[in-house]
């Protein structure tokens, strides 16, 4: 997919000494000073506006800040020299930059009250408009975390019922895939053998008009999604997934979407000469000697698929079973009056056969 920028958005971090949040491209901390360190990483604001300040999107196409090797200080892309120590910045560590951040907020999140005097403030502000305390840290008398409830342990009739369950599942399977062994003597075989009769019959079709025999009249045409690309063409619609905040690691972030191209082109109904079935001739026997049957064929006709079906129908005290396979040198065996060992399943179909012992 082709990725497209759509603007760049302010981004935020948060303090790890006071806890307060500021704009990602404050270096150090508005609430105590205390500058950005290396491994604090840049956050999705409560509501993300697009950056009109030209100065401020060229600092983040420059590439991501680096960090002073000496005193830590967050300095821009292409500095040799810290802004704050004066430290060289030859073997400065740039930030990472690439990482996805969330789902673009571009809808208005709710307002917020001071944690201090309860003031309702913008969800983007940092400081409270009435007492200007930081609204992005938690208040000192906050109570600590309350630890999660415990799990509940799952009771024992619980337990007892979930294993009913499995074995009764078991048992279940166990009763069908048992099998049973049955003395049978052979008293009937059937056997049919079909073949095919072939024709060229027009056909209707459907199909891109690319993909069209040559010399195939075609008829109606309508649009269809031929493909899917990343570059704009003829016919085609432009279909974007949803904008997403990615950190470019200036404490602005880059707000992007991947696009491609539905293209569309003609799907026609066509009329082609295939072969189709058009006949079937059979021929069926009681005996050990099938045979193929021999199709007269008319002109423009060929001969098609074959299919071949034997029965061997057993009888045991009374009981018939019968037995079906496509193997012709198998059906051969099975003379009237042999006897053979049955594995019968429990809703009386035979699995497979054997010769009982002489």
């Known amino acids: 997919m082709a990725k497209e920028t759509l603007g760049y958005v302010q981004m935020e971090w948060t303090c790890p000494f006071c806890g307060a949040k500021n704009p990602g491209t404050n270096k150090k901390c508005s609430n105590c000073g205390a500058p950005q360190p290396t491994d604090v990483q840049f956050e999705q604001a409560a509501q993300e506006k697009l950056i009109e300040d030209e100065g401020l999107i060229e600092k983040a196409k ?43 907020k571009k ?29 992005r840290q938690p208040p000192p008398s906050q109570a600590a975390a309350q630890p999660p409830p415990p799990r509940r342990k799952m009771g024992v009739g619980a337990i ?30 059937e056997w049919t053998r079909s073949i095919a009769i072939e024709a060229l019959v027009p056909v209707q079709r459907s199909a891109f008009r690319d993909e069209i025999p040559a010399g195939t009249a075609v008829g109606e045409c309508r649009l269809e999604l031929h493909h899917v690309q990343d570059d704009p063409a003829p016919n085609s619609e432009k279909v974007c997934g949803t904008p997403y905040t990615v950190d470019t690691g200036t404490g602005i972030g880059e707000v992007v ?17 295939e072969w189709q079935p058009v006949d079937t001739v059979s021929q069926s026997g009681n005996d050990l000697t099938p045979f193929w049957p021999e199709p007269q064929l008319g002109i ?12 061997i129908i057993f ?5 018939r079973y019968t037995y079906t396979t496509n193997s012709v040198d198998q059906f051969t065996h099975f003379e009237i009056g042999s006897e053979w060992i049955l594995q019968v399943n429990q809703l009386g179909g035979v699995v497979s056969v054997e010769p009982a012992q002489q």
């Open 62 to 104: 420059a590439g991501p800040d680096i960090h002073c090797p000496y005193c830590g200080t967050r300095n821009p892309a292409g500095a040799t020299v810290c802004s704050n120590c004066m430290g060289d910045l030859t073997d400065a560590a740039a930030r990472a930059k690439g990482r996805v951040v969330g789902k673009y």
């Open 107 to 135: 809808e208005a999140a709710p307002d917020v009250a001071c944690p201090y005097c309860g003031t309702m403030n913008p969800a983007t502000a940092y400081n409270c408009s009435n007492c200007n305390a930081s609204l």
């Open 160 to 189: 007892i019922a979930i294993v009913a369950l499995i074995g009764l599942c078991i048992f279940a399977a166990s009763l069908f895939l048992r099998t049973d062994d049955v003395n049978g003597r052979v008293a009937a075989v």
């Open 257 to 273: 979407q991947e696009c491609q191209y539905e293209v569309y082109a003609d799907y026609c109904a066509y009329t082609v000469d």
């Open 300 to 311: 423009d006709q060929r001969l098609g698929p074959e299919q071949e079906q034997f029965e």
């Open 315 to 319: 009888d045991s005290d009374g009981e």
